[in-house]
């Protein structure tokens, strides 16, 4: 079974998410076999969803698909109180906590990726490993996402391995009990490959970690896209379940 829990239809603010427009979503989602979605909008784009009309999808469609509901929030340090408050504007399934900026700069934005020629790459990878440690430990969110974003133009660090400078966020997943999503998304990136990197994904099913699947899609043709391959890797890795989530409670779901 697949599920699919990052899905953007208001994408970056292009796109007027009306009941057509969802609907594309949730019809590519069917053609491929997902059972179970959730529309992900980032924080600073959510209120352009409408959830009436989500709300309603929901009741049309819920023999052919579970929908949820869920927000994608931008991680900054400092902004917790923020997030409490964002976080309690809907009744959302779940969460995803994800870092796009370290410290002002939107590294994997391609209009600043020219950022990673005039840094140590070492140096990059341990304070994004940092800012991602604050995250977790904030206990604010459900999902990690997109955990190694920051490979996402190709640059690796030489001094270790991205998977030993991201160990004591790993560690800190364990204790706060949240779940990493396998996000394909880098698939189509650059880098190639999914979020996390094989080895990070092996280290996750050794530390008991659960996982959930999201293909980033911020368009119906991007819908689900990669999933598969995302699918494979958690069983390569040793995964038979995924989770899902309704109003913050996870549940196990068959791959
Ligand atoms: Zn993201
Ligand atoms: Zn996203």
Redesign the pocket.
């Known amino acids: 079974m697949l599920v699919d829990y990052h899905v953007h239809a208001l994408a970056h603010g292009e796109y007027e998410a009306d009941q057509a427009w969802l609907s594309a979503f949730v019809d590519k989602a069917c053609q491929m076999g997902i059972i179970e979605m959730g529309f992900s909008e980032h924080d600073e784009f959510i209120a352009g969803l409408d959830l009436d009309i989500f709300q309603k999808l929901k009741m049309e469609r819920q023999s052919d698909i579970s929908l949820r509901l869920g927000i994608?929030i931008d991680y900054i340090p400092g902004i917790e109180s923020d997030l409490i408050h964002k976080l309690s504007q809907a009744d959302y399934d779940y969460s995803i906590g994800?870092i796009?900026y370290i410290d002002g700069w939107a590294f994997d934005h391609p209009d600043h990726k020219q950022g990673f020629f005039n840094q140590d790459i070492d140096e990059i990878y341990i304070r994004y490993a940092q800012i991602l440690l604050q995250m977790v430990t904030s206990r604010l969110f459900d999902i990690v996402?997109?955990i190694d974003?920051v490979k996402i133009w190709g640059h690796r660090p030489q001094r270790k391995k991205a998977v030993d400078y991201l160990l004591p966020v790993v560690q800190a997943i364990k204790r706060t009990g949240m779940v990493v999503e396998i996000n394909s998304a880098g698939l189509r990136k650059p880098v190639g490959e999914l979020y996390p990197a094989g080895d990070l994904l092996a280290l996750l099913y050794s530390m008991n970690i659960p996982v959930t699947l999201g293909s980033?899609a911020h368009h119906p043709q991007q819908m689900g896209e990669g999933l598969e391959e995302a699918r494979a890797a958690a069983r390569r890795a040793g995964y038979r379940t995924v989770i899902g989530f309704e109003k913050h409670r996870p549940t196990s779901i068959l791959l």
């Open positions: 994608e994800s796009h996402g997109h974003l980033d």
